[in-house]
């Protein structure tokens, strides 16, 4: 700036007055020489570039807070990406074990008195009946049940072995047996395989009918295979992780057919009134193999605990006193898959955000407290979004057959005074709700639930908030200027603001060295998408070794509409004119 003019004026003037009153004796020393000039509506020659949001943010690579681009649309939001898988879905198998089997006793009766005996030489037959026979109890346990098999309707195992040992040790070898027509009581609900022809089961009643049994050397066997039982014939329950079947083995009916070898026996021989057997019961421990029945699994793992969003990276001007930010639509994409849909099974998760500020947590649930939960026989993949408002344009990755949950508070999460110290997002027991389950394979590990996040919230302000940037311009100071004491500073300027939010453009005097000129401010309005918008500020005060001036916008929210790099406010054709005195020595 120049003041040539003012300098030459006053040297001219005061050179006039001394020219005609010289003295040569006199002491010049005690002449002031100080001249003070007015000066009124100077313009200074300044300009200020435009304020751009993207400078203001001076976003680091780590940040939380990144310049996201959807469908071609740039815009500021904390984002987080991640993958979620959980462990094997892995439910151990379990053996199951016999109470012991005491040995009991079973009588046959003659039932042909022996006058009227039938004679077939060269053997002689008598049947006998049976009597009494004492039930043999049993108990079958199995103990270590995974939890989550809450009910067992029908238990598949390994082959098991079922015998039952009928010994009589009495009778002379001359006399053969063999039973006609054999009725026993055994477990209920079994799944015999392999079964003679003359044999017949009925797993309701538990009875086993046999048409023909031989007793070689007196001793009669059945032997018996089962590969699993059906409990709902009598109806266990699943207690403690323990399960307990009782049943008995009980000789209902049948006939015992005794021959004779006359040659053998002699003329002497008389049958005896009651044939005696030792009965023997063995049942082999049983490993389960699959069950069918009701299934409640939790899902574990470190891969369901998805990392909080920190948030002490954060543009320092979104930190400050009063600013209380909202995010705009902000979502939650997840990617699943179903990985026990073949089993026509389901599963679901609840999810949380908790905003934390110290030992204050804030948790916020989608409306209703919604749940995310896959199909059965479908294996995915599913895509689902939590928002306030189903996205219009939805991340491409998670767009196919995109499911959306509606979570209203999620706006909010960062609402409050202050940021947050983070944001923890939570699953809530996620696992396979109580359902039914067709033979589900024991012991063979099934691929865990796996999948992938993206949290996504465009950054916008909540009403009431106020926001502060800006910028400063200094290096006008010279030795003129530093000789003006500023009493007026008006500054005027036509503004452009791309930002969808009112504003309030407050500028401040800075003195040499960069520091406000205490007491000096004025401020203006700036309307949300100002177009070529005139302002004026005046700033009245004592203004001294000026050098520059710092501009600050205070936002007023009153928009959904997130921040974005494009969002400018733009001040041009700026004039400084000032008002005040200019003093000097000559």
Not at 159 to 170: A, I, Q, R
Not at 419 to 437: A, H, K
Request: negative net charge; aromatic residues 8%; hydrophobic residues 35%.
């Amino acid at each position: 700036m120049d003041f040539r003019f003012l300098r030459f004026g006053a040297i001219t003037g005061f050179a006039v007055i001394l020219t005609g009153c010289i003295d040569n004796d006199y002491d010049l020393s005690d002449i002031d020489t100080t001249s003070e000039v007015k000066v009124n509506n100077l313009t200074l020659p300044v300009k200020i570039d435009a304020i751009t949001l993207n400078d203001i943010f001076d976003i680091s690579e780590d940040s939380k807070i990144q310049t996201v681009t959807v469908n071609g649309k740039e815009f500021y939001a904390v984002t987080q990406h991640g993958d979620i898988n959980s462990q094997s879905i892995d439910i151990p198998s379990f053996i199951g074990y016999p109470s012991p089997i005491a040995e009991t006793n079973a009588t046959f009766e003659l039932s042909i008195p022996e006058t009227n005996k039938r004679v077939s030489l060269p053997s002689i037959e008598f049947t006998y009946n049976l009597q009494n026979f004492k039930p043999q109890p049993i108990t079958l346990t199995a103990s270590g049940i995974d939890e989550s098999v809450r009910e067992i309707h029908i238990l598949e195992s390994k082959p098991m072995t079922f015998n039952v040992t009928l010994s009589e040790t009495d009778l002379p070898d001359y006399i053969d047996l063999r039973f006609d027509r054999l009725e026993l009581e055994i477990l209920k609900g079994l799944q015999l395989t392999s079964l003679a022809p003359e044999y017949s089961y009925d797993p309701v009643s538990g009875i086993l009918t046999i048409k023909d049994l031989d007793c070689p050397d007196k001793k009669a066997t059945l032997s018996l295979t089962a590969t699993g039982i059906d409990f709902t014939k009598t109806d266990p329950k699943v207690t403690d992780g323990s399960i307990s079947y009782t049943g008995e083995v009980k000789l209902i009916s049948g006939l015992l057919r005794t021959t004779v070898n006359p040659n053998e026996a002699g003329s002497s021989f008389s049958p005896s009134q009651h044939v005696n057997f030792n009965v023997k019961t063995t049942i082999a421990p049983f490993e389960a193999t699959h069950f069918t029945g009701k299934i409640e699994y939790r899902l574990t793992g470190n891969g369901l605990d998805i990392a909080p969003v920190t948030l002490n990276d954060i543009p320092d001007f979104l930190n400050q006193e009063g600013t209380d930010l909202k995010l705009a639509n902000p979502q939650i994409y997840l990617n699943l898959n179903n990985p026990v849909a073949n089993y026509n099974l389901y599963y679901q998760t609840g999810i949380e955000l908790v905003s934390v500020r110290g030992d204050e947590k804030t948790p916020y649930a989608p409306d209703g407290g919604r749940l995310i939960a896959t199909e059965v026989r479908n294996p995915g993949p599913y895509n689902f979004v939590l928002s306030p408002v189903n996205p219009a344009n939805p991340l491409d990755q998670y767009a196919s057959r995109l499911q959306h949950i509606p979570f209203s508070g999620l706006s909010d999460v960062l609402s409050g005074e202050g940021l947050p110290d983070r944001i923890e997002i939570n699953l809530l027991n996620p696992g396979l709700p109580l359902q039914i389950v067709n033979r589900f394979e024991l012991g063979k590990p099934i691929e865990g639930i796996s999948g992938s996040y993206d949290f996504i919230a465009p950054v916008a302000l909540k009403s009431g908030s106020t926001i502060i940037y800006g910028d400063s311009k200094n290096g006008w100071n010279d030795e003129d200027i530093d000789k003006i004491i500023i009493s007026t500073l008006e500054i005027e300027a036509d503004v452009t603001s791309t930002i969808p939010l009112d504003a309030t453009l407050t500028a401040y005097p800075l003195m040499v060295g960069g520091s406000k000129i205490p007491g000096v401010k004025a401020s203006g309005y700036i309307p949300a998408n100002a177009n070529g918008e005139h302002i004026i500020i005046r700033m009245e005060g004592t203004i001294e070794h000026l050098d520059g001036i710092t501009f600050e916008a205070v936002l007023n929210p009153d928009s959904d509409d997130a921040l974005a790099p494009s969002q400018t406010i733009r001040l041009e054709n700026l004039r400084a004119r000032i008002s005040g005195s200019y003093t000097t020595e000559f």
